[in-house]
């Protein structure tokens, strides 16, 4: 079945810049999307059509897609960004799959 | 304003079945698949299936297939999942979640979800 390779961990201090990536072989022609999760919450969509923001997500939250990899950006991490970040793409037969979840540790 | 109202937790023997209610409102029914994912104690996001509400299709995750079932009933907006012959493995909370057929868009509206214990 298909799969979504994302690290398990990131730490990063506040204010700097977190990449989370996120590789999958299907990635080159399906679109990422990326969803954060907190504690006792249901996820929120953060990312979709591999870079574009929905409304209401700030701006320090970015998405970028290079071949076989897509990468979630925070830039100037705060405090509140601490969270799990999922990716979730889908392959060619309409089945969809998340990676396993990225911590990121302020 | 869109939402996805979820029936309430469930304590369910081994072996029983489940059904998940996801009542819908603030937008139409049938211009959105719903799709349902589960996220069992600690772990990540599990990808379930979806529901076409417009055709009745589905498309379930090779693992559930044979024990899940994803039911609609478009005159009230209301999407149902139905799990059998349930094990301790499938404790987890469960989520309805609305999805655009614009293959760019993801899921932006999620129900509350309902937490499922299954236990003896």
């Known amino acids: 079945s298909y799969e979504l390779t994302q690290p398990p961990s990131v730490s990063v201090s506040p204010g700097q810049t977190a990449r989370i990536t996120c590789s999958g072989n299907a990635l080159p022609r399906q679109y990422a999307y990326w969803y954060q999760q907190k504690p006792g919450q249901a996820p929120v969509l953060i990312i979709y059509?591999?870079?574009e923001r929905p409304s209401g997500i700030p701006e320090r939250f970015s998405g970028s897609s290079s071949g076989t990899t897509v990468t979630l950006t925070i830039s100037g991490v705060q405090a509140e960004d601490e969270a799990v970040y999922y990716c979730?793409?889908?392959?060619?037969?309409?089945?969809?799959?998340f990676g396993i979840g990225t911590k990121v540790i302020v | 304003q869109v939402q996805l109202v979820q029936s309430g937790a469930e304590v369910m023997k081994p072996g029983a079945s489940v059904k998940v209610t996801c009542k819908t409102s603030g937008y139409t029914f049938t211009d959105f698949y719903t799709h349902w994912v589960r996220q069992a104690p600690g772990e990540g996001l599990e990808w379930m299936g979806w529901?076409?509400?417009?055709?009745?299709?589905?498309r379930y995750d090779e693992k559930f297939q044979g024990r899940v079932t994803m039911t609609m009933d478009t005159s009230i907006r209301t999407a149902y999942m139905e799990l059998s012959r349930l094990t301790s493995d499938d404790t987890a909370v469960y989520y309805c979640v609305r999805k655009s057929y614009h293959e760019s868009n993801g899921y932006d509206f999620w129900g509350q979800g309902t937490r499922v214990t299954v236990s003896s």
């Open positions: 059509k591999d870079n």
């Open positions: 979730q793409s889908a392959d060619i037969s309409g089945t969809y799959v």
């Open positions: 529901i076409n509400p417009n055709s009745g299709a589905t």
